[in-house]
């Protein structure tokens, strides 16, 4: 069941729990993440980010909910920047689009915010905007303090765009860390209280599960991933693809010209595994499983 980001996070804020939001990229990740969701009922809101894709993971994405309709799913445009680009992603089918103005003027920010969430509303799709600035890992010991999200400003931005659930800066970064990440949870739980919308956390890979439980019981419901699922799928391919075939039991996979012939399609199978298993790790970690 393809549904709004609004009323998968309204569950998971009444349930106190958290909703892991994956990033996708091609047919086999969002296979991977229908069947995590299968698997664990657990509710799950698919990201993708980027203008080039979207009309095709839009396709696979129903044909799988076709395939599975007791997955309970959101497929959200991650980052959305060009207006292009996010009207394109309403107009594809997406159920939710986060439109990314934190780098622009306050003013400017609830400007543009606002005219999308006028065209998304208007045809039942969600929105979620981000306040403060969550940066990139490589630089995270220098620009981690100056992005956090300041409480009041967080009202009124909410109140004044309409959005359906906000992307805070509490100290997690994209990408990998570079230095260890501390997590504002004062921060996090002033916001809580006085923010009556779903809160949303960009950069969970590498944040530690500790602080991402954590993060949870104090009032976060979706938490966004892509670098620590992709590492765990490299890690299993790589695997795939150098295993030691000299051994007699791998004998058979060797070629005629006694080389070993890795295939194409089953690598692309090993390394999702991985994925779908970090995946289905956070599931749980965020209380999700059995919820949907
Ligand atoms: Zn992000």
Request: net charge negative; proline share 3%.
């Amino acid at each position: 069941m393809l549904i709004s980001m609004a009323e998968i996070l309204k569950d998971a804020r009444k349930g106190k729990y958290g909703v892991a939001a994956p990033n996708v990229l091609n047919l086999e990740t969002v296979q991977a993440v229908f069947e995590a969701a299968r698997e664990l009922k657990a509710p799950v809101i698919i990201d993708h980010a980027g203008m080039e894709n979207i009309e095709i993971i839009s396709k696979i994405t129903k044909f799988y909910e076709k395939k599975y309709p007791e997955v309970v799913v959101t497929l959200n445009l991650d980052h959305g920047g060009e207006y292009e680009e996010i009207i394109q992603a309403i107009r594809s089918g997406f159920t939710s689009v986060m439109i990314d103005r934190s780098t622009l003027p306050y003013d400017e920010n609830v400007a543009e915010v606002k005219e999308i969430v006028k065209i998304a509303h208007a045809v039942g799709v969600s929105v979620e905007a981000e306040l403060g600035h969550v940066g990139v890992g490589y630089e995270y010991e220098e620009t981690r303090d100056a992005g956090l999200t300041k409480p009041d400003e967080a009202v009124r931005y909410v109140k004044e765009t309409g959005i359906d659930c906000l992307a805070v800066a509490i100290g997690t970064s994209h990408g990998t860390y570079k230095g260890t990440p501390h997590l504002d949870f004062e921060l996090l739980k002033e916001l809580s209280e006085i923010i009556d919308i779903p809160l949303v956390l960009h950069g969970g890979s590498g944040t530690g599960d500790e602080n991402l439980k954590k993060a949870v019981e104090l009032g976060i419901q979706k938490i966004n991933l892509f670098t620590d699922l992709s590492n765990a799928g490299v890690i299993d391919l790589v695997e795939y693809v150098t295993k030691d075939i000299s051994k007699e039991k791998h004998i058979k996979e060797l070629g005629e010209f006694g080389i070993k012939s890795i295939s194409l399609p089953e690598a692309f199978k090993e390394g999702v595994k991985g994925y779908k298993r970090a995946l289905m790790h956070y599931m749980q970690l965020f209380n999700s499983a059995g919820k949907a």
